[in-house]
C-alpha cells in the first residue's frame, strides 16, 4: 500500500522556521522525483519545490532562499525547511511522488504563519 506522510506543519510567528517531512512507504522511493507543492486558502494549489531522483533540486522563484528540499534516501523521507516564514506561506503543504505515470500524493500538513 502507497503512503506518503507529511509531518511537522503547525502555528508559527512570522519570521519563525518549520522543518516538515514527508515519510513514503509501498514504492521504490529512491526512484521517484518528490516535490512540495501548497495550497493557501483561496487558492490553486501551486509547485514549491521539487528533488529527482538523481537530487536536482529546483525551487518555485517566490520560495528560492527560504526554503530548502533535501532527501534521504535511507530513510525514504523527503524534507522540507522553511526558514523566514510569512503570513502568505499559510497552506496546505503536500508531498508529491512521481516516476513516469506513477503518481502519488500525502494527505497534507496545515502551516499556519501568524503573530
Known amino acids: 500500500q502507497v503512503q506518503l506522510v507529511e509531518s511537522g506543519g503547525g502555528l508559527v510567528q512570522p519570521g519563525g522556521s518549520l522543518r516538515l517531512s514527508c515519510l513514503a512507504s509501498?514504492?521504490?522511493?529512491?526512484?521517484?522525483?518528490m516535490r512540495w507543492y501548497r495550497q493557501g486558502p483561496g487558492k490553486e494549489r501551486e509547485l514549491v519545490a521539487g528533488?529527482?531522483?538523481?537530487?536536482?533540486?529546483s525551487y518555485a522563484d517566490s520560495m528560492k532562499g527560504r526554503f530548502t528540499i533535501s532527501r534521504d534516501n535511507g530513510k525514504n523521507t523527503v524534507y522540507l525547511q522553511m526558514n523566514n516564514l510569512k503570513p502568505e506561506d499559510t497552506a496546505v503543504y503536500y508531498c508529491?511522488?512521481?516516476?513516469?505515470?506513477?503518481?502519488?500524493w500525502g494527505q497534507g500538513t496545515q502551516v499556519t504563519v501568524s503573530s
Open positions: 508529491n511522488a512521481r516516476w513516469l505515470s506513477n503518481e502519488y
Open positions: 509501498g514504492f521504490t522511493f529512491r526512484t521517484y522525483a
Open positions: 528533488i529527482t531522483s538523481a537530487g536536482i533540486i
